[in-house]
């Protein structure tokens, strides 16, 4: 049996329009008047590019669960510390900028007293190193949780209630001051990134094309990891973990590897959102973060990757607009969404056009009925 192409025509679509984007939107910004209907504004450029830091991490959580059958409700904590790591790159670029003027220690670090800078924050003034740190922190908890639990064999609701658990213990940590994090108000009042002023706009423009890029490149490593023969058999851990270990399989290593390689995707996903919106805080830590993005990969469509993107660009972009509208009625709004979905489109928005593409096609190949004979 021949092994399927590692792209199919629909993830083909998918990153034709995601590589036209990081063209298209940065020129249409760049070489269109502000007057013109098809002008993009400076403003719209990082809400856009925070839309794929979300369609990453939707990603990364579809190889988890679309395909591994891991649900996880706590990849708000691998998300926040890719994010935390670059905010702490982002913080030492400010320097004697910074209210109080010293060139070593943060503004919150020198409002608490400290004398000098905590040991993990040493080396963060290097970029390589603090990018290094996006992914390997992330990927570091990921690995520690999952060897733990996946070699207990704890599985189902259990330990989609441990994830939480996880990233709830987390939030309660980073919130403290005495952590060196900037406690509940985290961290923010960005200037620069690699010498280069955050809030200009060709900054931010670079920004969105590198989100861009990220998420077409996550989509092709994981598309690459699922049609392999390790996929198959991640597929086959998904449906029956019982009879997969039966014949042979290291099922828990199979599950580690697609948690740790998912958990550094939200790390890089993190470090895109960041820089972007100009604030990483502790509620990015919040469970109900974590639930929300697993709302976002069952209205794209679960197991499929681009179906976790787009229904993270979809439910992103309607909150952007339900909040402006009313803000009170949100979260009443995305649980009424996520109800309507798995009752009426349990294969997501992706699954409904896939099935009316069929028909579609069946309707117009099938055989047109032939005359009956004039008597």
Known sequence: MNR??????????????????????????????????????????????????????????DLVWGYCGVLSLGHGAFFALGGYAMG??????????GVYGNPVLPDFMVFLNYKELPWFWQGFDIFPFAMLMVVLVPGALAFVFGWFAFRSRVTGVYLSIITQAMTFALMLAFFRNDMGFGGNNGLTDFK???????????????????????????????????????????????????????????????????????????????????????????SEFAPAQSIEMVIWVAVGGRGTLVGAALGALIVNAGKTWFTGVFPEAWLFGLGALFVLVTLFLPKGVLGLASSISERWKARRTAPTPSPEPAE
């Not at 910004?29 to 209907?37: A, D, I, K, R, S």
């Not at 702490?88 to 900028?97: A, D, H, N, V």
């Not at 997969?244 to 958990?263: D, H, I």
Request: aromatic share 8%.
């Open 4 to 61: 399927p192409g590692i792209i199919d025509r629909t993830g083909a679509i998918f990153l034709i329009v995601v590589l036209a984007a990081a063209v298209l939107i940065p020129a249409s910004n760049l070489l269109l008047p502000p007057g013109n209907p098809l002008h993009v504004p400076d403003y719209m450029i990082p809400l856009l590019g925070k839309y794929l830091a979300y369609a990453l991490l939707a990603v990364a959580v």
């Open 88 to 97: 702490m790159y982002l913080m030492r670029q400010i320097g004697p900028r």
């Open 192 to 282: 620069d990134i690699l010498g280069f002023p955050i809030s200009a706009p060709s900054t931010r423009l670079v920004l969105f094309v590198a989100s861009a890029l990220a998420l077409a490149a996550g989509y092709l490593l994981c598309r690459a990891l699922v049609t392999s023969k390790y996929g198959k058999v991640l597929v086959a851990v998904r449906d029956t973990e019982s009879r997969t270990r039966f014949l042979g399989y290291r099922v828990e290593n199979y599950k580690l590897v697609a948690w740790v390689l998912s958990a550094m995707l939200a790390g890089v996903a993190g470090a895109l959102y960041v820089p972007q919106v100009g604030i990483i805080n502790p």
